[in-house]
């Protein structure tokens, strides 16, 4: 059994306690103070908010900056070895409220992670400087405030785009939050994301672009390991990415805010029994936003977290919102392959590719390149995972496509859980039979071998 991981929380913490704790932390973060090995850089945030959020939104930002490091640092292991028990000493402004919400915090990061994580709180120090700082209407003579509405993330991927296009096409202004990682492609794909909905309504949207990041090599008590040793899953990512836009929303005064993904990596059926819990992401799961902004609400905050998409296949998704107002080339310049950056090209073997390529071809778009053609010739990668991301894409979507309803409840008993979170399992279930229709069309279209793979499975 793997020994639990300690990490504190250095930023923020007072001397005395940060003294009796580092002895035995595994990891010290810091993104304020000298020596920090974390970068956390909010300056575009800051110039579009004009207001202070709340000490507990502000809380909740530094939690999340604390937890996306500590899931980096903190590598899994294999097999049985893959959840992690995770030790986490935070500095915060309210300790009586995170203690007695902590419950509720650790259901939201196990929702997402299967991990089990002990968290403690002690009191922040009152001369910390802020990690996020005001500079828009409330800050400096002659800057005014952002006509905004609603706040939306900005991956630079499909779904995020397509959330992006809907609200302008619907007249909303919204300010865009995008977090910046270290990988330059995925940069890149933000940055024309951002152009290509800025054309849509010229002067419509705000952008603000959070980086956050590692910082090796720095003169902090713990640096970060190399790329090659940090943890990939990034199973957190996504609670950082919900604490941004609450914060975000905060500073500009909406109560919309909206985390964009489509029906079937939202509700992220098991494709197999042996991709169960964090196996799967779960990254805008229902249960996890309905948590979350159940949370947000017992803190007094008004921004609720939206996913518009819940009911629509990524392929519908291209269809219906995106194809009316881009060009294949402007959709397509967007990026969805777990390997992204770290290739020259999508790998076509991980399931966001496969999703991906099945759902373009599905919406009628021209097929894209990739480092290998999994469905046009699956037999010469038998034996390797991406062959096996394949067999269980193929046999999901022969029991949606053949399986009466109460079938699929017993082979999907989650789906039960999904009127609990304000959810139509019926609706739901709709939805996937349409997703698995859009697998059968396109391998019987285009990759016929993969369509005979189908066959046998029947």
Same mark, same amino acid.
């Given at each position: 059994?793997?020994?639990?991981?300690?990490?504190?929380?250095?930023?923020? %913490?007072?001397?005395?306690?940060?003294?009796?704790?580092?002895?035995?932390?595994?990891?010290?973060?810091?993104?304020?103070?000298?020596?920090?090995?974390?970068?956390?850089?909010?300056?575009?945030?800051?110039?579009?908010?004009?207001?202070?959020?709340?000490?507990?939104?502000?809380?909740?930002?530094?939690?999340?900056?604390?937890?996306?490091?500590?899931?980096?640092?903190?590598?899994?292991?294999?097999?049985?070895?893959?959840?992690?028990?995770?030790?986490?000493?935070?500095?915060?402004?309210?300790?009586?409220?995170?203690?007695?919400?902590?419950?509720?915090?650790?259901?939201?990061?196990?929702?997402?992670?299967?991990?089990?994580?002990?968290?403690?709180?002690?009191?922040?120090?009152? &001369?910390?400087?802020?990690?996020?700082?005001?500079?828009?209407?409330?800050?400096?003579?002659?800057?005014?405030?952002?006509?905004?509405?609603?706040?939306?993330?900005?991956?630079?991927?499909?779904?995020?785009?397509?959330?992006?296009?809907?609200?302008?096409?619907?007249?909303?202004?919204?300010?865009?939050?995008?977090?910046?990682?270290?990988?330059?492609?995925?940069?890149?794909?933000?940055?024309?994301?951002?152009?290509?909905?800025?054309?849509?309504?010229?002067?419509?949207?705000?952008?603000?672009?959070?980086?956050?990041?590692?910082?090796?090599?720095?003169?902090?008590?713990?640096?970060?390991?190399?790329?090659?040793?940090?943890?990939?899953?990034?199973?957190?990512?996504?609670?950082?990415? %919900?604490?941004?836009?609450?914060?975000?929303?905060?500073?500009?005064?909406?109560?919309?805010?909206?985390?964009? &993904?489509?029906?079937?990596?939202? #509700?992220?059926?098991?494709?197999?029994?042996?991709?169960?819990?964090?196996?799967?992401?779960?990254?805008?799961?229902?249960?996890?936003?309905?948590?979350?902004?159940?949370?947000?609400?017992?803190?007094?905050?008004?921004?609720?977290?939206?996913?518009?998409?819940?009911?629509?296949?990524?392929?519908?998704?291209?269809?219906?919102?995106?194809?009316?107002?881009?060009?294949?080339?402007?959709?397509?310049?967007?990026?969805?392959?777990?390997?992204?950056?770290?290739?020259?090209?999508?790998?076509?073997?991980? #399931?966001?590719?496969?999703?991906?390529?099945?759902?373009?071809?599905?919406?009628?778009?021209?097929?894209?390149?990739?480092?290998?053609?999994?469905?046009?010739?699956?037999?010469?990668?038998?034996?390797?995972?991406?062959?096996?991301?394949?067999?269980?894409?193929?046999?999901?979507?022969?029991?949606?496509?053949?399986?009466? &309803?109460?079938?699929?409840?017993?082979?999907?008993?989650?789906?039960?859980?999904?009127?609990?979170?304000?959810?139509?399992?019926?609706?739901?279930?709709?939805?996937?039979?349409?997703?698995?229709?859009?697998?059968?069309?396109?391998?019987?279209?285009?990759?016929?071998?993969?369509?005979?793979?189908?066959?046998?499975?029947?």
């Amino acid at each position: 059994m793997r020994p639990m991981a300690r990490v504190i929380v250095e930023t923020g %913490m007072p001397p005395d306690i940060l003294e009796g704790a580092r002895p035995s932390a595994d990891w010290c973060v810091q993104w304020l103070d000298d020596g920090c090995n974390v970068m956390a850089d909010l300056e575009q945030l800051q110039a579009a908010v004009y207001t202070q959020p709340p000490e507990l939104t502000r809380d909740m930002l530094d939690i999340a900056l604390a937890l996306y490091t500590a899931d980096i640092v903190v590598p899994r292991g294999r097999n049985e070895a893959w959840t992690r028990d995770l030790s986490l000493l935070a500095p915060v402004r309210r300790p009586d409220f995170w203690e007695q919400n902590l419950p509720a915090l650790l259901a939201i990061l196990h929702g997402l992670t299967r991990d089990n994580f002990h968290i403690d709180f002690c009191p922040r120090r009152k &001369d910390c400087p802020e990690l996020l700082r005001p500079v828009g209407a409330g800050g400096p003579a002659g800057t005014r405030r952002p006509n905004v509405d609603c706040v939306c993330s900005l991956s630079g991927g499909i779904d995020s785009l397509a959330g992006g296009a809907m609200l302008l096409r619907a007249d909303r202004r919204p300010l865009f939050v995008s977090h910046r990682s270290g990988n330059p492609h995925v940069r890149e794909r933000q940055t024309v994301a951002e152009k290509t909905l800025d054309a849509i309504r010229p002067d419509a949207a705000v952008f603000a672009n959070l980086v956050v990041q590692p910082r090796p090599g720095s003169g902090a008590d713990c640096s970060f390991p190399v790329p090659g040793e940090r943890e990939t899953s990034r199973r957190l990512r996504s609670f950082l990415f %919900m604490a941004m836009l609450t914060a975000a929303a905060a500073g500009v005064d909406v109560e919309e805010a909206y985390l964009c &993904d489509n029906g079937i990596l939202t #509700i992220a059926l098991p494709m197999s029994p042996g991709r169960v819990g964090s196996l799967s992401t779960r990254s805008t799961h229902p249960s996890v936003m309905a948590a979350f902004n159940a949370l947000t609400r017992a803190a007094g905050m008004k921004t609720i977290i939206l996913n518009p998409f819940i009911y629509r296949t990524k392929a519908e998704i291209i269809s219906d919102i995106l194809r009316p107002v881009l060009t294949p080339d402007q959709i397509q310049a967007t990026t969805s392959c777990w390997m992204s950056g770290r290739r020259s090209r999508p790998c076509g073997g991980c #399931i966001p590719c496969l999703l991906r390529r099945i759902s373009m071809l599905a919406a009628g778009l021209p097929d894209e390149a990739y480092e290998i053609d999994l469905p046009a010739d699956p037999e010469v990668y038998r034996g390797t995972e991406a062959y096996d991301n394949l067999i269980d894409l193929l046999t999901q979507a022969v029991r949606l496509s053949s399986g009466a &309803d109460e079938q699929l409840l017993v082979q999907w008993p989650q789906l039960l859980d999904l009127a609990s979170s304000g959810v139509s399992v019926e609706d739901a279930l709709a939805m996937y039979r349409r997703y698995a229709e859009e697998v059968v069309r396109v391998m019987r279209e285009h990759f016929p071998a993969s369509a005979l793979l189908m066959e046998r499975i029947c």
